[in-house]
């Protein structure tokens, strides 16, 4: 009886999903992010803050990400945190940009990330697209 007991938790603690993974990413991007340099595309090009003559912060808090250029709120947007499938192989988290109700031309391209010690990559999900790399300030 009692290995019965034990298979039958086991199953159901198996069985179960949360998203804590997510919930979990999500701390883990929280904060902001000084915009060091992106590079890629067809070109092969690199951008930096001096480059562009300007600065980019971004600012991930619960479900918002904030884009601050030069010091000035340029944009507030809703993101969620999804497991999908990459045009690169395999499946990998990324952050997806909710578009609402938007009738604009924007296009927002699934990211995928990465953090290592205090430097965050993100990786636009498509062949021949940009990386940004990032550096945790808070």
Do not use: H
Not at 13 to 34: A, H, I, M
Not at 39 to 54: A, D, I, N, R, W
Not at 113 to 138: A, N, Q
Request: hydrophobic share 30%; aromatic share 10%; net charge positive.
């Amino acid at each position: 009886m009692k290995k019965f007991t034990l298979l039958l938790i086991f199953a159901i603690l198996t069985s179960c999903s949360n998203d804590d993974n997510n919930v979990s990413s999500k701390n883990n991007l929280k904060g902001k992010w000084n915009w060091i340099l992106t590079s890629g595309g067809f070109g092969g090009g690199g951008y930096t803050p001096e480059t562009t003559k300007q600065t980019k912060v971004i600012q991930f808090s619960g479900n918002t990400l904030k884009t601050y250029i030069n010091g000035t709120l340029s944009q507030t947007q809703k993101f969620s945190i999804q497991t999908k499938p990459s045009p690169l192989g395999g499946n990998r988290k990324v952050i997806v940009i909710d578009k609402g109700n938007s009738i604009t031309n924007e296009v927002y391209i699934d990211q995928s990330f990465e953090i290592i010690g205090k430097k965050l990559y993100l990786r636009d999900e498509c062949v021949d697209c940009y990386t940004s790399e990032y550096e945790r300030i808070k």
